[in-house]
C-alpha cells in the first residue's frame, strides 16, 4: 500500500503540493488526473526521492520513503517512467534496456536476463529492432522502451507519467492495456499520471483528481468518470 500524508512539495514561496493525502492499493492501477500545472507530475517525483518534500509522509508498506536516497527508493522497487519518452537516443535498444537492470546485475544475473526477454516478448517490436539505435525509433516505440527499461528491474510499484503524451490514440490503448494486464498476472502496482482523463479512469480501478497542488475528488475511478461537475469544473470538458 502507497500513503501519501499530508505531503507538501514546495518551490520558493510556491506550494506545487498542498497539503496533500491518499492511498494507492496494492497490485492495481491508481490514477492522477488534473490539469497542466495541477501538482502531478511532482507528485511521481516526490515519491521516486528526485524532489524533496517540505512536509509530510510518503510510505510504501513499512517504507517512509521521504528519508530514502532516490537509489534506495528503486533498490527498494519503486520505478518511476518520466514523461516525454525519455530514453538514450545514442544506445542501441538494447543498451537502453539493460540499463534499467544495471543495479541487479551482481544479485539476480538469471532473473535479470529472464526479465529482459519478457518484456521482448511484451513489446516485440523492440526485440526486432534491439541493435538499431534507440533515437531511430518512433514516439510510440520509445515509449515501449522506457517502459521496458523500469520493467526489467522488477519494480512493484511502477509510476507512469503521461505514457499517452505526443502518441496516437491506437498506441495509447496498446500500451495501457499491456500494462492492465501486468497489474492483473504479476500483482504490479501502478501509480498512473495522466491528463487524458478518460484514458485514464477507463483502465484504473481508483482516481484522484488534483486542482492547484491540492486534492480535490478522491473516488473509485467508475464515479469520477461519470461525474460531469468536476469534469467542467477541473478538466474542462
Known sequence: ??????LVTQYDSIKALDDISFQAKPGVITTVIGANGAGKSTLLRTISGLERPTSGTIQWFDKELTRMSVEAIVRGGITQVPEG????SQLSVAENIELGGLFRKRIARGDL??????VYELF???YDRRNEPAGSLSGGERQMLAISRALVSRPKLLLLDEPSLGLAPLITAQIIEIINN?????GLTVLLVEQN???ALKVAEHGILLALGKVVADAPARELIND???RTA???Y
Open 85 to 88: 519518452h525519455a530514453v538514450i
Open 182 to 186: 501486468l497489474c492483473r498476472n504479476t
Open 1 to 6: 500500500m502507497l500513503t501519501i500524508k499530508n
Open 234 to 236: 477541473y478538466l474542462g
Open 124 to 126: 516485440p517490436l523492440l
Open 228 to 230: 460531469s461537475a468536476l
Open 197 to 199: 482523463a478518460n484514458t
Open 113 to 118: 536476463a529472464k526479465a529482459t526477454t519478457e
